[in-house]
């Protein structure tokens, strides 16, 4: 590792306001301490771990504001970039010969800030500098999300704490979990057990390949980690379409009440609940009363995608009957674009995941009101290819290179849909040519870094160029950590 003092500004997501100081330059030496509101006795923790681990050096703790570096709660100055209140991951960061100062209102901003530090600290070498100056930054939206398909390939409870681990280093703060699809269904849930015991067993997974399920215990303590790094989890259960595992676990659900076969191949669009049958009301409403108990983040995500083999006008039925339960057990609903073709529920957030600017319903959902997560698969599906000579991943959307996933803005995507209207951006990946931890690394970094990027940098602020050199430098902070990303030519690595 080289012993290069990063620049200020060497950060991704890159921040609003940036102030170098070189003159300020924060020397590593052999009496770090931190010291902490004790409310923020978490993330002095980490932080300490962070110190340790990049510096090889011991690290005190200091009571109150005496340490070099030091971690306030600051109910002051409150007026933010963009809004009159600032939003909760809005922080200072502030670096001096003799201390480094993170300051924020709330503890995401504090948080967000321990992360700008952690890529501007001299990783491995114990004599290093920090970059003086100041940052002040705060985030252009509020959801800046990613997807992990658990479905069509199972991942074990420490590969999901490491690459929320991962994730969290971007100020990525949602994970959506896709736990259900036509071949496994992954969460544990009280009075229908073969959900679980057929639907995550062996032989589960896209060709089988990919068993195994959380028990709600699991569950809850992911979502607990999760949120240790600020980070919140979004449970999805999809439906009406992509059941084929509910089918084959509870045949009584089925339309003539006769078996079906599991099925592991990569179809979709073949699988339907049944609109019409009282029964498939009372299986949805346990699921999501089990899933919302289970989940203290305020969204749940119903699907809705690609219910091919639902006739329309039982599709509307469906959603018109399920939505509402969201919102019954103290949710606001996310969907796939497609649920947006009936009248949503005030809260509910449509999920855009269309290549073509073609409308069905979002933008008159907006016009209505509704916030809208932007999703476009030409741009941030992490499952497509880099390019076509990519091992893994679908092309569909066509390939996505790293300059394609960062050089779109989610307020061009679909006319009326703009930034007033924009919860966020989210990046999903699916899973149905992956096999382990490695295979979700290599195909969410760096494309991943791009997307968080968008979600939080000003648009105006926003340079390829700039994002290109950055992303070499925070190459090499994931080669140290063991992340698999993929070495894009696009980018000259360090
Ligand atoms: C479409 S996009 C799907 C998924 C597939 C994915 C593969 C969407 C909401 N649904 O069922 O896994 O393509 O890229």
Redesign the pocket.
């Known amino acids: 590792m080289q012993a290069l003092t990063r620049q200020l500004g060497d950060v991704i997501p890159l921040p609003v306001s940036v102030r170098p100081d070189p003159a300020a330059n924060f020397r590593i030496s052999s009496d770090l301490s931190v010291s902490a509101v004790p409310e923020a006795a978490d993330i002095a923790e980490q932080l300490t771990e962070l110190l340790r681990r990049a510096t090889g050096r011991p690290v005190s703790h200091a009571d109150g504001v005496d340490g070099s570096f030091r971690i306030l709660l600051d109910e002051s100055d409150n007026v933010g970039h963009y809004q009159t209140v600032k939003p909760p991951e809005a922080y200072r960061l502030e670096i001096t010969p003799e201390t480094v100062t993170l300051r924020a209102q709330s503890k995401p901003g504090l948080f967000a800030a321990l992360q700008t530090l952690r890529q501007l600290l001299p990783e491995g070498d114990p004599a290093g500098e920090i970059p003086g100056g100041r940052i002040d930054d705060e985030p252009r939206f509020a959801y800046r999300g990613t997807m992990l ?1 658990v479905a ?1 390939h199972f991942y074990a409870p420490e590969d999901l704490r490491s690459y929320i681990d991962a994730i969290a280093q971007l100020k990525i703060n949602h994970l959506h979990l896709h736990l259900t ?1 036509d071949q496994g269904w992954r969460l544990e849930i009280p009075g229908w057990p073969r959900l679980t015991e057929v639907g995550g067993g062996p032989g589960t997974g896209v060709d089988g390949a990919g068993p195994g399920f959380f028990t709600a215990r699991e569950y809850a303590d992911l979502v607990a980690y999760a949120a240790s790094r600020f980070v919140t989890i979004v449970p999805e259960i999809d439906m009406p379409g ?1 059941v084929n595992i509910v089918h084959v676990a509870y045949p009584e659900l089925t339309a003539d009440g006769q078996p079906v076969p599991p099925r592991t191949d990569a179809e ?1 669009g073949y699988s339907s609940l049944v609109a019409g049958k009282e029964e498939t009301y009372a299986f949805v409403e346990d699921v999501i009363r089990a899933v919302s108990e289970l989940t203290p983040g305020p969204y749940l995500h119903i699907g809705g ?2 219910a091919f083999s639902t006739p329309p006008e039982d599709y509307r039925t469906f959603l018109r009957r399920v939505l509402p339960m969201a919102g019954k057990y103290g949710k606001r609903a996310i969907g ?1 674009h497609e649920m947006a073709v009936v009248d949503l529920p005030p809260t509910a957030i449509p999920q855009y ?1 269309r290549i073509e600017p073609a409308d069905n319903g979002v933008a008159r959902a907006a016009a209505a009101g509704h916030q809208v997560i932007m999703s476009p ?1 030409d741009r941030s ?1 992490l ?1 497509m290819k880099y390019d076509k000579d990519t091992p893994l991943g ?1 092309d ?2 066509g390939v996505v290179g790293v300059e394609r996933a960062y050089d779109w803005d989610p307020a061009d995507r679909l006319p009326g849909v703009g930034e007033e209207s924009l919860l966020g951006v989210e990046a ?1 990946l ?1 899973s ?1 040519t992956l096999r382990s931890l490695a295979d979700v690394q290599f195909m969410a970094f760096p494309r991943l870094a791009a997307i968080a990027e968008i979600g939080w940098t000003p648009r105006a602020d926003r340079q390829w160029r700039s994002f290109r050199a950055r992303l070499a430098g925070l190459g090499q902070r994931w080669a140290a950590q063991g992340i698999n990303f993929y070495r894009s030519p696009e980018i000259d690595w360090q």
Do not use: K, T
């Open positions: 398909d069509r699809d992509h979709v995608d690609e796939w995941w698969a599906y499952d679908l569909w959307a999903p699916w149905e």
